[in-house]
């Protein structure tokens, strides 16, 4: 079974922080992809990445960055975080480069709290 | 432009209740997916099924049912008989050409004993 594993289940920053949401996988996936899920709005695509060091924006880039240094790691980076990134963060991977028929598999997220 | 609306934002049914879950989809490709995923409280989500955009058959697999039809760009998912471990947020999604995941909002199910 694919494994995607995010580091922290739960997390409390303060305004201003620099913090770095972590995601594993351990099955050799080109693709990973960060979402954030809010209520009301679902999952909302924030960067993605289809190899190493590859990154393309996703539809609420601002405010965040990422960094795939090795294949089975993609790190998500709030690079001052605000009250407005409080949510849950939900790390994804999936076979296939640019393929479309492929699922996901999810890591359990993390719920970022931000005062 | 490419959406996925789930107009259902919680539904609450009793224990044994036949639920469908609706989900209407917007493509301009003609080569697409479409998913359904389950997340229980736990939070990570699960996958329940993939359909391809050319297969238009139900299908059904225990009691969890999906109907695709393109011609009103709809993939709804019944389960009959729900049970209490059924209670979950649900999401349909969207896979389009360079393999990005769109998702609905989400439906909020909740099974009653």
């Known amino acids: 079974d694919v494994k995607v594993t995010q580091s922290s289940r739960y997390l409390v920053k303060r305004t201003g922080e620099k913090v770095f949401l972590e995601c594993v996988q351990d099955m050799d996936h080109e693709n990973m992809f960060w979402y954030r899920q809010d209520p009301g709005l679902g999952l909302r695509l924030i960067y993605f990445?289809?190899?190493?060091?590859?990154?393309e924006k996703g539809d609420i880039p601002e405010g965040y960055s990422v960094s795939r240094e090795k294949k089975e790691r993609f790190s998500l980076i709030l690079e001052s975080a605000s009250t407005n990134q409080t949510s849950m963060y939900l790390c994804?991977?999936?076979?296939?480069?640019?393929?479309?028929?492929?699922?996901?598999?999810f890591g359990s997220g993390t719920r970022l709290t931000v005062v | 432009a490419q959406k996925v609306t789930q107009a259902q934002t919680e539904i609450s049914v009793v224990e044994k209740e036949d639920v469908t879950l609706d989900c209407v989809y917007e493509t301009r490709d003609t080569t697409y997916y479409l998913f359904w995923y389950k997340q229980p409280p736990s939070g990570e989500l699960v996958f329940l099924i993939r359909?391809?955009?050319?297969?238009?058959q139900n299908e059904i697999s225990g009691r969890y049912s999906w109907n695709f039809q393109k011609s009103t760009s709809s993939f709804n998912f019944t389960i009959t008989a729900s049970q209490v471990v059924d209670s979950a947020v649900y999401f349909c999604?969207?896979?389009?050409?360079?393999?990005?995941?769109?998702f609905g909002q989400g439906t909020e199910l909740s099974v009653k004993p």
């Open positions: 990445s289809y190899d190493v060091k590859m990154k």
């Open positions: 999604a969207l896979r389009v050409q360079g393999g990005k995941l769109i």
């Open positions: 359909r391809n955009s050319f297969d238009e």
């Open positions: 994804a991977s999936s076979l296939g480069r640019r393929s479309s028929n492929y699922g996901y598999t």
